[in-house]
């Protein structure tokens, strides 16, 4: 084994699992997970949709993870992976049904640098939803639905947990009462550069930027159009307006940074390899994914919405590895 | 009824003077191994272009001299800042690489896993790299043929190995390790791995990791990365790698692809590396292309912080005869191509490499626009000189050479040179970038 060294971190984990499993704030913090969870899934199952159980190891997995290395499996001796998000999967299940939602761990061994970010955890969930034949208009409805349903929720039937914790809830009267706001990846970059925040207009907003826009909004916002060069292949490109992809975040208000990401995706089989090319993957190891594409999958539209992210978001929790009961801060060896 | 008995071959025969008889005849016995050198030189040979080739005898680098003018303006101006004549020691030669500090306008090019350039030879080089101050590049497949060393026992063959040889004798606040990453690498996620690795996280910290996107290279542009494997080692490579069992014997070819590129993948590979990497630099290695200075534009818009250019006589590593001999443009002219669509005091960082080893070369490289040269088969023979010394010894005199040539041309910083200090003995080559040229 080799040293490792990790940066001082801001974030106060806890010393032993014992500790942190039977803390108050965590007890209240994983009730109001549950119900979070059992929200999702009554507005979900209203809405028509099938939950699938997510694949957890695959020949391939999610190349869009910004800088995050994936996690090698020995499987029978072929190179497998523990999923990063199973995007791959949710378009292939879209030919067993036309609805369909993963609650899905996912494993992402994420640059040191997140480790302080008070938002990234090596091992988290989604909720993972794709719809056929939809839209990103379709697919930021049901995003926004969601995420008012889950607050409404868990706000009106578990006050006791909030006011444990110190969450002011009057603060999502905004998020229950007002449509979310939408501006484009230009616009955010353009406003971040006049405050003197550098940001790379080519690429993802960074951890720091996204925060600060975070910070100014007082209900969830979404961002569409991220430019090619900051997301995987499978994000569908504007054919009207090249270099622009069709796919929106969701951000979280009071800083709280980025909850949800989500897309059209592209299907068609040429465009995917050389999507494919442009984000400088090999093509030869995604052969069961270019099979089905080459055999037709319906065009569609999903998201994935970071289950512990939300968590933080809804409780005001200070880290997102408080949302876990088995935390994995990225960098930092725990069980 | 028997079958009638064949007679010998009747070589030796026919005679074919003017024609290439003996070559033809190796081939007509060895079939399609003959593509290749002899797999018998695999492992102590560095390739590269055929010195014997017509090309290579007329290296246009090798035709350019560098002419010292009488009338030296720079001069006085250093000897005003000196208030004494200046010397040739008074040459600066620090400058920036690609993002990085370097103590020289010299880097360590990749060697690959090719054998020859072996686990300990790239460990030596590694080292006086660092001692040196200068970037050094670490090769595609160091990771998928070596490991990458992290949980491994045999630790040091790695390519964690090799950065750690590099930094534990780096000058501080110099250089920098660049990992390079072909098509195939990124099944193994190489940038991914040393991206989140806590080992790099002082090279990160420091601004000294780069990652270096390989187009293309050298010795064999349009192929990909070639070795020669055993059978065990082909055995676990199968899923990655073309494995070519052309040369018979137990010896295995094994093939990179050359990758699939258009200006849109170039543009948005680069891109995603940025988006992806944040904290660290962006390197393109480019081949020597008939098309090399517009993906040298390309690259640079997308943000690359350094280009690199490979000449055809350079490489380490394996390629088919035809490539050695007939296969893409000179060091030279890949220079010149560039130089003549960039602007004059374009800033964007070009590297170039091919046959460097002193200093008259590289100066004449850097007066073409190059910012800085990569010692690739020099490096490897310098260490497999003296392990510990002779990376130091060759680039020390390399460096003084350099002091003399541009103090010479009245100039006291490397990146002062350009290209009114060169004489073409051809005007063919000399409308597009200043160079003199005509009767001596």
């Known amino acids: ?335 | 009824m028997p079958l009638p008995v064949r007679s010998r071959p009747k070589e030796r025969i026919l005679y074919a003077e003017g024609f290439p008889e003996a070559a033809i005849r190796r081939r007509a016995r060895a079939g399609a191994a003959d593509a290749f050198p002899s797999p018998d030189d695999y492992g102590q040979v560095l390739f590269g272009a055929d010195p014997d080739c017509p090309a290579a005898a007329d290296d246009l680098l090798d035709r350019l001299r560098l002419v010292p003018p009488v009338f030296v303006p720079q001069r006085l101006a250093q000897l005003v800042e000196l208030a004494r004549e200046p010397m040739y020691r008074d040459v600066r030669l620090e400058t920036t690489i690609g993002g990085f500090r370097s103590a020289l306008p010299l880097y360590v090019s990749a060697f690959g896993s090719t054998e020859a350039a072996s686990v300990a030879l790239g460990l030596a080089a590694g080292r006086q790299a660092g001692r040196l101050g200068i970037p050094m590049v670490i090769g595609e497949n160091v990771m998928p043929v070596n490991s990458y060393g992290r949980l491994e026992a045999d630790a040091e063959r790695s390519l964690l190995g090799r950065i750690r040889a590099y930094q534990a004798e780096a000058l501080d606040g110099y250089g920098g390790i660049v990992v390079q990453q072909s098509t195939e690498d990124a099944d193994a996620e190489v940038w991914n791995l040393v991206y989140s690795d806590p080992n790099v996280l002082p090279l990160l910290e420091s601004g000294r990791l780069a990652f270096e996107l390989k187009v293309g290279q050298g010795a064999k542009p349009g192929l990909g990365g070639m070795t020669l494997v055993g059978a065990e080692a082909a055995e676990r490579l199968a899923d990655a790698y073309l494995l070519d069992p052309v040369l018979g014997g137990d010896r295995v070819l094994r093939s990179s692809s050359p990758g699939t590129f258009t200006e849109e993948i170039l543009r948005q590979q680069i891109r995603l590396m940025r988006n992806n990497y944040p904290r660290a630099k962006v390197w393109v290695k480019l081949p020597p292309a008939r098309d090399v200075s517009t993906a040298a534009q390309v690259a640079w818009a997308a943000g690359a912080d350094a280009v690199s250019v490979d000449g055809a006589e350079a490489g380490t590593g394996w390629a088919p005869r035809a490539f050695l001999r007939h296969v893409g443009l000179p060091l030279g002219e890949c220079l010149l191509r560039i130089g003549h669509d960039r602007a004059p005091s374009d800033p964007s960082c070009l590297l170039a490499s091919g046959r460097m080893w002193e200093g008259a070369r590289v100066a004449k490289c850097l007066a073409l626009g190059a910012n800085a040269a990569g010692l690739g088969r020099a490096a490897l023979l310098a260490v497999d000189t003296d392990p510990d010394h002779g990376l130091v010894n060759l680039v020390e005199c390399l460096a003084l050479e350099l002091q003399f040539l541009v103090s010479a041309l009245g100039k006291y910083h490397v990146q002062a040179l350009d290209p009114e200090d060169l004489w073409s003995p051809t005007p063919a080559s000399s409308w597009a970038t200043g160079i003199g040229s005509g009767p001596a």
């Open chain 1, 1 to 335: 084994m080799t040293e490792t060294r990790i940066p001082e971190t801001e974030a106060r984990l806890p010393a032993s699992p014992r500790e942190h499993l039977t803390s108050p704030v965590t007890r209240s913090v994983l009730r109001i997970q549950h119900r979070m969870l059992t929200a999702a899934r009554e507005l979900l199952g209203a809405r028509g949709f099938i939950e699938l159980l997510p694949p957890v190891i695959g020949p391939v997995t999610d190349p869009g993870a910004r800088g995050a290395k994936q996690v090698d499996v020995d499987y029978y001796g072929h190179r497998y992976k523990l999923m990063t998000s199973a995007i791959l999967y949710k378009q292939a299940a879209l030919t067993s049904f036309d609805k369909i939602f993963f609650i899905a761990p996912n494993i992402r061994l994420e640059p040191l640098e997140t480790a302080s970010t008070s938002r990234h955890l090596a091992e988290f969930h989604q909720i993972d939803i794709e719809i056929a034949d939809a839209s990103r208009d379709d697919a930021m409805a049901i995003a926004e639905d969601l995420v008012r349903h889950v607050v409404q929720q868990v706000v009106a039937e578990l006050p006791h947990e909030f006011e444990a914790l110190g969450r002011d809830t009057s603060g999502f009267a905004e998020l229950i009462g007002t449509p979310f706001g939408r501006r484009t990846h230009a616009d955010a970059v353009a406003d971040l550069r006049a405050t003197g925040h550098d940001q790379n207009p080519d690429a993802e907003l960074d951890w720091v930027g996204e925060a600060k826009l975070s910070a100014k909004a007082s209900r969830p916002f979404f961002v569409t159009d991220y430019p090619k060069g900051s997301r995987g292949f499978y994000d569908r490109e504007d054919k009207d307006r090249p270099g622009m992809l069709r796919n929106f975040d969701l951000i979280a208000a009071e800083g709280y940074g980025e909850l949800c990401s989500g897309s059209e995706r592209e299907q068609d089989y040429a465009t995917i390899i050389s999507r494919m090319r442009e984000t400088a993957e090999n093509p030869a190891k995604y052969a069961w994914y270019l099979q089905m594409l080459k055999d037709g999958v319906p065009p569609s539209a999903g998201f994935g919405l970071g289950l512990e992210r939300f968590t933080r978001y809804v409780a005001g929790l200070d880290s997102v590895w408080q949302a876990s009961a088995f935390p994995k801060v990225p960098g930092i060896a725990s069980p």
